[in-house]
């Protein structure tokens, strides 16, 4: 990416060139965010600024399909709302989403949690629909577990939960023997964690960052299970869901171990500074990862 300081006033010159309407609202930055700089514009817009390569692309393929896919959610989700193109000033697509309210999960608790596991259920039964022929794949998600068992040993390596590698392994191995998703390929927001779902009065209230968005495995979102919600609340969870056989939540299982694994790793990262740590990840992954080991298989 080129190096452009993506500041109040790049963001203003931008919207004054290509959205001279919206220029004149509120704009305050918005922290976090991990391929897009996020401000908030006014109170009901979001202007999304892109700042890793393939971000453009995700942007492009969120505007693709979240008109497609945002009528028949029951939670709200971001929606585009205009696309700002390439300039002189900003080399990149840019994009104006509609503003989800709501504190991000990893700044905050479910104090509501049987509420939020039939919320959670019930936005991912109507987001679990066969998709089109036309839908997005994805080339590093989606996979069964035994093609990700790299991966998984990797983030445990580097992370040593002191005491639990034996137990992780177990989940991870139970996953890995788990039979493969058998039925079409179906819709799915592909990167469920804390920091990509919204929190109002103690329960879940709105989905966002659908940028991982791909067609596979229904496990791999039903992994937040045990990422998103608290503890005691996946068995009401997948009673609501009511869609998914044992093989496929040891699948969920085992990929909730290795998204807790990766929040742990991106928590650990941001407490020593390096680029791309999120530390508000570590507790969230930590927190996750008990629930994994602590809830068995629901």
């Not at 650990?268 to 992954?285: V, Y």
Request: charged share 20%; glycine share 12%; aromatic share 8%.
């Amino acid at each position: 990416m080129d190096r452009v300081e993506i500041d109040e006033g790049l963001v203003r010159s931008l919207l004054q060139e290509q959205h001279p309407d919206l220029a004149g609202l509120a704009i305050r930055e918005v922290a976090g965010g991990w391929g897009n700089q996020m401000w908030r514009l006014g109170d009901e817009l979001a202007v999304r600024m892109p700042r890793t390569e393939d971000a453009p692309d995700l942007l492009r393929k969120e505007c693709r399909w979240l008109p497609v896919l945002a009528p028949r959610l029951p939670l709200p989700v971001p929606t585009p709302v205009r696309i700002g193109e390439p300039s002189a000033r900003f080399p990149r697509l840019w994009t104006i989403m509609t503003w989800v309210p709501g504190e991000p999960l990893d700044y905050t608790a479910i104090s509501r949690g049987e509420h939020a596991a039939d919320t959670l259920a019930g936005f991912l039964r109507a987001l679990h629909v066969e998709a089109p022929a036309e839908a997005p794949t994805s080339s590093d998600l989606g996979a069964h577990p035994k093609k990700c068992t790299g991966g998984f040993e990797n983030f445990l390596q580097a992370i040593a939960p002191g005491g639990v590698g034996a137990d992780v392994w177990d989940v991870w191995d139970d996953a890995v023997a788990a039979p493969e998703w058998e039925g079409p390929p179906v819709w799915l927001h592909g990167d469920l964690h804390p920091a990509n779902v919204v929190v109002s009065d103690g329960t879940l209230s709105g989905v966002i960052d659908f940028g991982a968005m791909f067609a596979g495995d229904p496990a791999w979102d039903l992994a937040a299970a045990w990422v998103i919600l608290p503890a005691g609340a996946a068995s009401r969870f997948f009673d609501v869901y009511a869609h998914a056989n044992e093989a496929t939540i040891r699948r969920a299982r085992g990929l909730a171990a290795l998204k807790s694994l990766f929040l742990i790793l991106m928590g650990q990262n941001g407490d020593r500074g390096l680029p791309g740590g999120k530390p508000t990840w570590g507790p969230a992954g930590r927190a996750a990862l008990d629930r994994v080991l602590r809830g068995g298989s629901m």
